[in-house]
């Protein structure tokens, strides 16, 4: 079947209705978990960790607030981000620097392991259940506050505190795995995405721009299991897309000065598929680049995609190279929107956003921006020629800031 | 349509599976009827690549039709990309989550099926089971990624020099995606024992287990952590 012509307009984040919609928590459809969690708390079920002051309070899709915390964030890396992608996850870290706000990134982590769950199911409820309660465990006991990175880790996350609030004998046996290992049995008060970080800040973010890039036009990849697993729990701003859409990640390119256009398949997955990026990627190429990557090259013709997840920009970077050699319409460079906001802010693209990770052509996108490229690269091969020659152990912080 | 496929299993077989399936503490809220609407369908991409359908999960599962079940079991539940879109059900279902359920059911069986699906994956298993981070930079390999261009090469040809040109102190490693400490990891193991991830894995893939065994058994005896 051929493609069908739709009467698309091109728009940004305006909706085409005046009509304002302001959602009331007392009307939602789901019920919000955290008073039941103090009132575990209060029973001596768990330790209820409480999100550390000053905090922000974003609106989330029902209506309620949501606590953010800004400072004493206890990092949750995502296995993905920090393998591949490791600019991801030091962007985050830079524009805490930058801000001078205190973190803490933990050995004492494992991954949520849900990569390997939503692809192999080599796992259980209590398995998925305990690892989640380790970590927040270990954040507990380092007096730091989970931040997550991963939009999966996130999602699961919440999908685990619902099982574990509602099912009193999987609470039960996860308390006695964990006194097993000899942790205290702690639920943080609110589950924080780094992106609904970004949010909370973007306003400070936006006072410290170097880099003017109002002509530049992104396309947001809201990720799937941030904001479509317990949906109620995702940042909503009346102000984006009417709050009809997450407001996470398009909030903060806005607030920076960008352009947001719009693509009619925002709604789809990346095409991530969690065993199919690994032993199946026929689907996930086929996918990322004729459902996504080239819906916004034709809709919106961006400079950059944008998202909020690990697996979001792999599958959309990486699936790029094979569609080019099969001349489809593709090659726009993805990454986080914590990469776009420290390079804005003036971090080195190498050496802090370390886009030489990425595989589709980022050079004009930097260029636009007005980063002289050439020059950035050949002060990072000076970096690496200091480490390869013994002069320099590894790139610091202090290099870079 | 009555499934064809499968006949040689018996039914008996198929309805102890369907039973599994149905006790698992998630299923009912999972499914709470269907409405067939394909709205589940419509936001799929499964739907869209392959001859595979939510809301046939949905309905298989609500009408307890043990032989589609067993069908789908073994033919269907393997194409979900697990992306939950399909959360956008007006009946509140998770097709996406019983496709958990049943992949959860199809590896603590052996099903030949999922043998065949997961294999060439049981390396990913090995590796975050172990190690506690999943596909750690040193799996980027052109081998393994070939549809991915000359830029794969170029980072394992770098890989050393260029995890230690990150700032952040815990990213300077190769065979792990982050620095993760060794009692980290054996609490992780302990993790798998006691909640019969291990006896999964020995469903799955015998002689994968006796690999992760050993190594878990060696860690766990010098760790000082005990299972009863
Ligand atoms: S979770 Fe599976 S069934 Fe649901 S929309 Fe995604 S691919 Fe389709
Ligand atoms: S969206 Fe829900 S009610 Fe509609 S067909 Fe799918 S499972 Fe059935």
Redesign the interface.
């Known amino acids: 079947m051929g493609p069908i012509e739709l009467p698309l307009t091109r728009r940004g984040t305006k909706p085409e209705t005046e009509r304002s919609f302001t959602p009331d928590p007392e009307q939602a459809p789901v019920e919000d978990l955290r008073e039941a969690i103090w009132e575990l708390g209060r029973e001596g079920e768990w330790i209820v960790q409480p999100v550390p002051e000053p905090y922000y309070e974003a609106r989330t899709k029902y209506g309620r607030m949501k606590k953010i915390p800004l400072q004493k964030t206890w990092h949750h890396?995502?296995?993905?981000?920090?393998?591949?992608i490791?600019g991801y996850?030091?962007s985050i870290?830079?524009l805490n620097r930058l801000l001078h706000y205190d973190y803490f990134?933990?050995?004492?982590?494992?991954?949520c392991?849900a990569?390997?769950?939503?692809?192999?199911?080599?796992?259980?409820?209590?398995?998925q259940a305990?690892?989640a309660m380790?970590n927040f465990s270990?954040a507990y006991q380092t007096g730091y506050y989970p931040l997550i990175h991963c939009g999966t880790s996130f999602?699961h996350y919440k999908e685990v505190r619902h099982?574990l609030v509602?099912?009193h004998?999987?609470r039960r046996q996860v308390r006695d795995?964990l006194a097993?290992?000899g942790?205290p049995f702690v639920m943080p008060e609110e589950l924080v995405h780094y992106s609904e970080w970004m949010y909370a800040v973007r306003d400070e973010l936006t006072a410290r721009r170097v880099y003017d890039v109002s002509g530049l036009t992104a396309t947001v990849h809201p990720a799937?299991?941030y904001y479509?697993?317990q949906?109620g729990d995702a940042i909503y701003d009346p102000e984006i897309y009417g709050g009809q859409r997450t407001a996470a990640v398009t909030a903060v390119v806005q607030a920076l000065g960008a352009n947001v256009a719009d693509y009619s398949t925002w709604?789809?997955?990346c095409?991530?598929?969690?065993?199919?990026i690994?032993?199946q990627?026929d689907?996930t190429?086929?996918?990322a680049t004729l459902?996504k990557i080239e819906v916004m090259k034709d809709e919106a013709n961006p400079d950059v995609v944008l998202t909020h997840d690990t697996g979001c920009v792999t599958s959309l970077d990486?699936s790029q190279?094979?569609a080019q050699a099969h001349n489809r319409n593709v090659g726009v460079p993805v990454m986080s929107e914590s990469q776009f906001a420290a390079i804005a802010l003036g971090a080195h693209p190498y050496?802090?956003a370390?886009l030489?990770?990425?595989?589709t052509d980022y050079k004009p996108f930097l260029s636009k921006m007005g980063i002289d490229v050439e020059s950035a690269w050949a002060e990072?091969q000076e970096?690496?020629k200091k480490?390869?020659s013994g002069a320099m152990?590894?790139?610091?912080?202090e290099?870079?800031l | 349509m009555p499934s064809q496929l499968y006949q040689e299993v018996p039914l008996a077989e198929k309805e102890r599976l369907f039973q599994l399936v149905k006790s698992d503490a998630r299923f009912d809220s999972y499914l709470y009827g269907c409405y067939e609407c394909g709205i589940c369908v419509a936001a799929c991409p499964s739907a869209r690549f392959y001859d595979f359908s939510p809301r046939k999960i949905t309905q298989t599962l609500a009408r307890e039709d043990v032989e589609l079940f067993y069908e789908q079991l073994n033919d269907d539940v393997w194409n979900c990309s697990q992306c939950f879109s399909c959360l956008r059900c007006p009946r509140q279902n998770s097709p996406g989550g019983l496709i958990t359920i049943m992949r959860e059911v199809a590896v603590n069986n052996g099903l030949k099926t999922t043998q065949e699906a997961l294999a060439g994956y049981t390396r990913i298993i090995y590796k975050i089971m172990t190690t506690g981070t999943q596909v750690s930079p040193d799996m980027l390999q052109e081998d393994a990624f070939p549809d991915w261009g000359p830029q794969v090469k170029e980072v394992a040809a770098n890989l050393e020099l260029w995890r230690r040109a990150l700032p952040p102190e815990t990213l300077h490693t190769t065979g792990l995606s982050w620095d993760v400490e060794e009692r980290t990891m054996h609490e992780l193991y302990m993790i798998w024992k006691l909640t019969g991830v291990m006896d999964m894995i020995t469903a799955l893939d015998e002689g994968l287990h006796d690999i992760m065994e050993e190594i878990m058994e060696d860690a766990l005896e010098d760790s000082g952590l005990t299972i009863d």
């Open positions: 890396k995502s296995c993905g981000q920090c393998g591949h490791p996850s030091t870290f830079w990134d933990p050995r004492d982590q494992t991954s392991t990569w390997n769950y939503y692809a192999s199911a080599t796992s259980n409820q209590a398995a305990a690892v380790r270990s999602g099982e509602h099912d004998a999987l795995i097993k290992l942790r799937c299991h479509k697993l949906s709604y789809d997955c095409g991530f598929g969690f065993r199919h690994l032993v990627r689907f190429r086929s996918f459902r990486k190279f094979a050496r802090v370390q030489h990770w990425h595989s990072f970096d690496l480490l390869e152990e590894y790139l610091t912080w290099a870079v």
